[in-house]
């Protein structure tokens, strides 16, 4: 337990009102401002277990077709 009170990203309900969060939102403001400067998206060693992240993904890849996700 005290190995994810250190992770920077550990734990499904990091952005959960509810929890006390282990992950400031700037966080995912920041991908999600970011992801959209890119076409291709290379994704390593990511589980895809991760909801908020998920959904950054898959709204960043129904804005264009020509954007593409490599998941490794």
């Known amino acids: 337990m005290q190995f994810l009170r ?3 990203l550990a ?4 952005f959960d009102d509810r929890r006390e969060q282990v992950l400031s939102r700037r966080f995912l403001e920041q ?3 970011n992801i959209n400067w890119v ?5 390593i060693g990511y589980s895809f277990g991760d909801i908020h ?3 950054v993904v898959l709204g960043w890849l129904e804005v264009a ?8």
């Not at 077709?65 to 490794?72: N, V």
């Open 11 to 14: 734990g499904a309900f990091k």
């Open 53 to 55: 992240v998920n959904g």
């Open 65 to 72: 077709t020509e954007r593409r996700l490599f998941a490794r």
């Open 31 to 33: 991908f999600r401002s």
């Open 39 to 43: 076409t291709k998206l290379v994704c």
């Open 6 to 8: 250190r992770s920077l």
